[in-house]
């Protein structure tokens, strides 16, 4: 009886593939970032089920019922302290607003020259 079971199993995992079933929820891998706070969208869109169907960075936000892709504004860790007797080495010009807009694990902290720059993170 229990390879009965599992022909069963199979034939159902494949009917859903071909009936395009949506995949189960949290199967997509979990990216870096914090959701933004989202106003409730009474319409209930469900954009996305985990953050692996969202583009790039994006991530997959709760907004009330629904769930949308978007861009992520708190990366893990924190700005490094700033020491303004020594100006930092480097362009004086904003390079971000979010944590989202820079690569990998860097974070947009304030630089020492009263901007912000994509820096590696204190853990």
Same mark, same amino acid.
């Given at each position: 009886?229990?390879?009965?079971?599992?022909?069963?199993?199979?034939?159902?995992?494949?009917?859903?593939?071909?009936?395009?079933?949506?995949?189960?929820?949290?199967?997509?891998?979990? &990216?870096?970032?914090?959701?933004?706070?989202?106003?409730?969208?009474?319409?209930?869109?469900?954009?996305?089920?985990?953050?692996?169907?969202?583009?790039?960075?994006?991530?997959?936000?709760?907004?009330?019922?629904?769930?949308?892709?978007?861009?992520?504004?708190? &990366? &893990?860790?924190?700005?490094?302290?700033?020491?303004?007797?020594?100006?930092?080495?480097?362009?004086?010009?904003?390079?971000?607003?979010?944590?989202?807009?820079?690569?990998?694990?860097?974070?947009?902290?304030?630089?020492?020259?009263? &901007?912000?720059?994509?820096?590696?993170?204190?853990?």
């Amino acid at each position: 009886m229990p390879t009965c079971r599992l022909g069963l199993l199979v034939a159902a995992l494949l009917l859903g593939l071909l009936l395009g079933l949506p995949p189960v929820t949290g199967t997509g891998a979990e &990216k870096s970032g914090v959701c933004p706070a989202l106003e409730v969208d009474l319409n209930c869109t469900q954009e996305c089920l985990s953050d692996g169907e969202c583009a790039d960075n994006l991530k997959c936000c709760r907004a009330g019922c629904a769930t949308v892709c978007q861009m992520p504004n708190e &990366k &893990k860790g924190s700005c490094p302290q700033v020491d303004i007797a020594f100006p930092q080495l480097g362009l004086c010009m904003d390079q971000c607003q979010v944590d989202s807009q820079c690569p990998g694990l860097l974070k947009c902290c304030h630089n020492g020259c009263g &901007k912000v720059s994509c820096v590696t993170p204190v853990f």
